[in-house]
């Protein structure tokens, strides 16, 4: 089975500040990757994914997100944070030929004022 | 279309009753899972259907619960007897097809067991 690792729990940063909240991955095989986004009393909605091709994927928001096979990670950047972008981000990974998501435990990303 | 339609949206019961979670998913779409959100443990998949057939319930925690699709718009997850710890955000997930893997959820069922 696949494991996902965000090993930033709680990122706290200044609005206007840029952001980095890191994800990596176990597979040894071929990977989807995705991050979604979770608001309070939400569900979660997605803000990006990688199926192939460029390894810089851009996504809703302003948010962007690199895939680097040699180190399997998939870390997600934004140059320039608001107060809106105040949320809980989860990591994602499905095989390319599985049907499961495996999701990392999560990164609370605080914007402050 | 609409998104997956979870309800209820909050439910409040007492420990021992029977409680049933309510999932449509987005027409068309052939999988579908269902999630459970706690802070200790984050987002659990319990299990997961394809074309209304469970493919892997090994996430499902003990004999209490029970998921069914019956078609291809609906699916309950049912707790039998209910215990305090099952207490968690219940999300229900559908995704089109395996060539476009991609998951959408819905707004969540807060479970209260008290």
């Known amino acids: 089975a696949q494991s996902v690792t965000q090993l930033d729990s709680q990122v706290p940063v200044f609005e206007e500040a840029p952001v980095e909240l890191r994800c990596n991955y176990s597979?040894?095989?071929?990977?989807?990757l995705f991050w979604y986004v979770q608001y309070p009393n939400q569900g979660l909605q997605l803000l990006l994914k990688?199926?192939?091709?460029?390894?810089l994927v851009k996504g809703i928001n302003g948010f962007e997100a690199e895939f680097n096979k040699s180190q399997t990670s998939f870390h997600l950047r934004k140059p320039s944070v608001h107060i809106s972008d105040t949320a809980e981000y989860f990591c994602?990974?499905?095989?390319?030929?599985?049907?499961?998501?495996?999701f990392g435990t999560g990164t609370s990303l605080t914007v402050i004022p | 279309d609409a998104g997956v339609i979870q309800s209820p949206r909050h439910e409040v019961t007492e420990m021992g009753q029977e409680v049933t979670l309510r999932c449509k998913p987005i027409?068309?779409?052939?999988?579908l899972f269902w999630y459970r959100q706690t802070m200790m443990r984050g987002l659990e998949l319990l299990i997961y259907?394809?074309?209304?057939?469970?493919?892997?319930d090994s996430g499902m925690p003990e004999d209490r619960f029970s998921a069914k699709m019956p078609n291809a718009s609906f699916s309950t997850l049912k707790i039998q007897p209910s215990e305090p710890r099952d207490s968690a955000v219940y999300f229900c997930?559908?995704?089109?097809?395996?060539?476009?893997?991609?998951?959408?959820f819905g707004q969540g069922t807060r479970l209260t067991v008290v």
């Open positions: 597979s040894s095989v071929s990977v989807y």
């Open positions: 027409s068309g779409h052939d999988y």
């Open positions: 990688y199926l192939s091709g460029s390894t």
């Open positions: 994602a990974v499905t095989e390319n030929h599985g049907n499961q998501f495996y």
């Open positions: 997930a559908s995704s089109p097809s395996r060539q476009i893997p991609e998951a959408f």
């Open positions: 259907f394809n074309n209304n057939v469970p493919i892997d």
